[in-house]
């Protein structure tokens, strides 16, 4: 898709709204500091496992993959079954694993061995769009892999990250995943999209739940437009 281009005007102005938005953020949170969370190949074997399935079931099938095969090439040599039963806790099986091996191959062929470390030299977009000629990493995956293990300016939109920029008014209320990760990437500081990024998932987690939000409890209130239009609801009725 074409990135969304905010006008002058608009941009600054969701600038400026996201700093105290952030601000507050790192205050509650703290800042998280950039580590590295796996190293390249196992997380975009992550990925793939964490596809539709809790932080639980995807570790599991994780560190049962580890456990059943020795290294990356025995994943990528085995037969499909096998990888399949050592991530079946991890939920879709049948889909993942053929994926997983897949990526290891398509990685064997292009580079000559099971390995992602070029890809530290390599600008955002260059390897953003290397990654996603992978089948099953999209943009969001790909996201993950360079800000987690490069610590590249990515800006990765999960689930939560999406709920909580929309119901904040920093994207638009019908902005898709998409929409929402080239708008943050505008509109938050690139040297802060770790700490931003974590943080926005906790207040996710925490308090900006899906079903039910704490808004009253919720220190983001005051710049929140879904409070907002609570309220006024709530005036008018
Ligand atoms: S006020 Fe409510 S909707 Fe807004 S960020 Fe806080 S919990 Fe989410």
């Not at 943050?184 to 974590?198: K, R, T, V």
Request: a neutral charge; one cysteine or more.
């Amino acid at each position: 898709m074409n990135k969304p281009v905010l006008s002058q005007e608009v941009l600054e102005k969701r600038q400026a709204h996201y700093r105290k938005i952030a601000h507050l953020l790192i205050e509650h949170y703290g800042y998280p500091e950039w580590r590295q969370h796996l190293p390249p190949v196992d997380e975009l074997v992550c990925t793939i496992l964490s596809q539709a399935t809790s932080d639980t079931n995807r570790d599991k099938g994780f560190y049962s993959l580890k456990a059943r095969f020795p290294d990356w090439e025995s994943v990528r040599d085995a037969p499909v079954e096998a990888i399949q039963q050592a991530i079946h806790s991890a939920g879709l099986s049948n889909m993942k694993a053929p994926r997983i091996k897949s990526a290891l191959q398509f990685i064997t062929d292009t580079v000559g061995d099971i390995s992602l470390d070029f890809l530290q030299a390599m600008d955002i977009n260059e390897a953003r769009h290397w990654l996603t000629q992978i089948e099953g990493i999209g943009l969001k995956t790909a996201s993950i892999i360079l800000l987690f293990c490069y610590n590249k300016p990515a800006f990765p939109v999960d689930t939560h990250v999406h709920r909580v920029t929309r119901r904040l008014g920093l994207v638009n209320e019908n902005a898709d995943a998409t929409k929402a990760h080239y708008l943050m990437e505008q509109i938050a500081e690139p040297e802060n999209f770790y700490a931003d990024h974590l943080n926005i998932i906790r207040h996710g987690r925490e308090v900006c739940k899906a079903q039910r939000p704490r808004c009253e409890q919720c220190f983001l209130k005051t710049y929140c437009q879904y409070y907002q239009k609570l309220s006024d609801g709530e005036s008018q009725a």
